[in-house]
Structure formats: C-alpha cells, structure tokens
C-alpha cells in the first residue's frame, strides 16, 4: 500500500522530500537514483542546492535519469539541462557519478546504450538492475517517466529502456520501463499542483478506468512506494 504524504504548499514538497532523501542514503556507500524531469523535481533541486550542497556527501550518489527527451543537453527541453542548471552546478559531484542519457544520440540506439549503463552499473534484485530511489513525476494525463497512455505497453516491455513519442508534440523520449521502476528498492512520486488533483483522485481511489494510467502500474515489489502531494494535488482525495 502506497503512503501518501501531504504539505500545503510545493515548496513544503521540496523541503520534506529532501529530508527524506537525505535520510535515505544515510549510511550508504553508493546510492544509486534515477532523477524526474518537471516542475516539482526543479523545486526539489534548487532546495537541495540551497540547503543541502554541503550537508550531503554528493561523492556517494550516482545520478541517472527516468527519462530523457531526445533533444542536445543544451536544448530548453533537456532534463539534464534542467538539472544542471538547478543542481548540478551548484554541488560537488564527480562527473563520474553522473550518467547523463545522451539525448543527442539515435533514440533507438541510446535506448539500448542506457539500458546496458543500467545492466553495467547498478546492483541487481531478481536479475534485474536496482535503483535505491526512482524519482517520478506525473501528467496530467497520468503519465510517468515518459511512458504514456497511449503507447501503455511500453511499461510492459523486457528491455530496461525503451523509446517513447510525447502524444501531442511527437517528440521522441528515452524511458525506462516498469521493470525498472517496480525493481527499486524507494520509489518517490513527486506531484502537485490543481491539474494533477483529477488524475491522483483516480489513481488513488482505483476509480474507473485507472488503470489506463502508467502511474497506476507504479507498484515497487519492495513495497516502498511514497506520494509527495502539495494540498493542490491532493484535494480531491482530501
Ligand atoms: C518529463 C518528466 C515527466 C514529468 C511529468 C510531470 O520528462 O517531463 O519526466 O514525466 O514528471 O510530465 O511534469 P510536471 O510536474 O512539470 O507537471
């Protein structure tokens, strides 16, 4: 059963989330996390910059990304440009550390080259690689990661990664799948704001049709699956 916790604002969000996180890798030697592109995450990075450069060992966490858009590093769109900007060049964190999915790159190959960085790089739990902490956003069409309602089957495939098409804008996507998600050890939803409010009041409650939201599927078999909801997302379930 997934815990739902709820502040009143994003910016309580972010706090709370960060204690959390900081608890999480707590006397941890490597801690392996899969980051979120949008807007909650961007809130959470500048409050980890602010509060928390020097109060995380940021040698110990090796950084990768949920998903990625199929754009160069430098474009607007980037998840990494967006991390870099909020967070990563505000710590110190080897460049080794950070296994950056090379959005510039053939979608179809880099889907195969970052699920063999994943098969190469993180320890494993059922032969399958294993983050500590997965890090999701969702749509407000219920999406997560990248994978999306229309193209659902995606969440089901064997491969660690997959490429996705963004249903309105067409744009290619790097995502990897509910074999990965569901294989971590923590896996944290960050959402908020009122336009998420219908879609968590689905999910949550398993009303009618929920089952047509990949954020439905997220259900880690550690059992560790925790909601970070602002009043605004929550209100319908309130
Ligand atoms: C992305 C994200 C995506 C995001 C949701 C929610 O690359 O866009 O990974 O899954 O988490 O779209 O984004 P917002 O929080 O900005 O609504």
Same mark, same amino acid.
């Given at each position: 059963?997934?815990? +739902?916790?709820?502040?009143?604002?994003?910016?309580?969000?972010?706090? %709370?989330?960060?204690?959390?996180?900081? !608890?999480?890798?707590?006397?941890?030697?490597?801690?392996?996390?899969?980051?979120?592109?949008?807007?909650?995450?961007?809130?959470?990075?500048?409050?980890?910059?602010?509060?928390?450069?020097?109060?995380?060992?940021?040698?110990?966490?090796?950084?990768?990304?949920?998903?990625?858009?199929?754009?160069?590093?430098?474009?607007?769109?980037? %998840?990494?440009?967006?991390?870099?900007?909020?967070?990563?060049? !505000?710590?110190?964190?080897?460049?080794?550390?950070?296994?950056?999915?090379?959005?510039?790159?053939?979608?179809?190959?880099?889907?195969?080259?970052?699920?063999?960085? $994943?098969?190469?790089?993180? @320890?494993?739990?059922?032969?399958?690689? !294993?983050?500590?902490? #997965?890090?999701?956003?969702?749509?407000? /069409?219920?999406?997560?990661?990248?994978?999306?309602?229309?193209?659902? /089957? +995606?969440?089901?495939?064997?491969?660690?990664?997959?490429?996705?098409?963004? @249903?309105?804008?067409?744009?290619?996507?790097?995502?990897?799948?509910?074999?990965?998600? %569901? %294989?971590?050890?923590? #896996?944290?939803?960050?959402?908020?704001? @009122?336009?998420?409010?219908?879609?968590?009041?689905?999910?949550? !409650?398993?009303?009618?049709?929920?089952?047509?939201?990949?954020?439905? $599927? #997220?259900? @880690?078999?550690?059992?560790?699956?925790?909601?970070? $909801?602002?009043?605004?997302?929550?209100?319908?379930?309130?």
């Amino acid at each position: 059963m997934a815990e +739902i916790k709820i502040y009143p604002t994003k910016q309580l969000v972010a706090e %709370n989330f960060s204690v959390f996180f900081k !608890k999480l890798i707590t006397n941890k030697e490597a801690f392996h996390v899969a980051l979120s592109g949008g807007s909650t995450p961007k809130i959470v990075f500048d409050h980890l910059a602010t509060h928390f450069a020097d109060d995380i060992d940021w040698s110990k966490i090796l950084l990768y990304w949920g998903d990625e858009r199929c754009v160069p590093p430098t474009d607007s769109e980037s %998840n990494y440009k967006m991390t870099l900007q909020h967070l990563l060049s !505000k710590i110190s964190i080897p460049e080794e550390n950070i296994f950056r999915i090379l959005g510039e790159n053939n979608p179809k190959q880099e889907a195969k080259r970052y699920s063999t960085i $994943l098969d190469e790089n993180l @320890p494993t739990k059922y032969d399958i690689p !294993k983050f500590d902490l #997965v890090i999701l956003g969702m749509g407000d /069409d219920g999406h997560t990661a990248s994978i999306f309602p229309h193209e659902i /089957d +995606i969440w089901h495939s064997k491969a660690n990664c997959e490429v996705a098409i963004h @249903p309105d804008s067409a744009q290619n996507r790097i995502t990897i799948t509910g074999k990965i998600i %569901n %294989n971590a050890e923590v #896996v944290a939803f960050l959402v908020t704001g @009122p336009t998420k409010a219908e879609k968590v009041k689905e999910i949550i !409650k398993e009303i009618v049709g929920y089952k047509n939201y990949p954020a439905t $599927l #997220v259900n @880690p078999t550690s059992g560790e699956l925790i909601w970070f $909801l602002d009043s605004e997302a929550a209100k319908e379930i309130c």
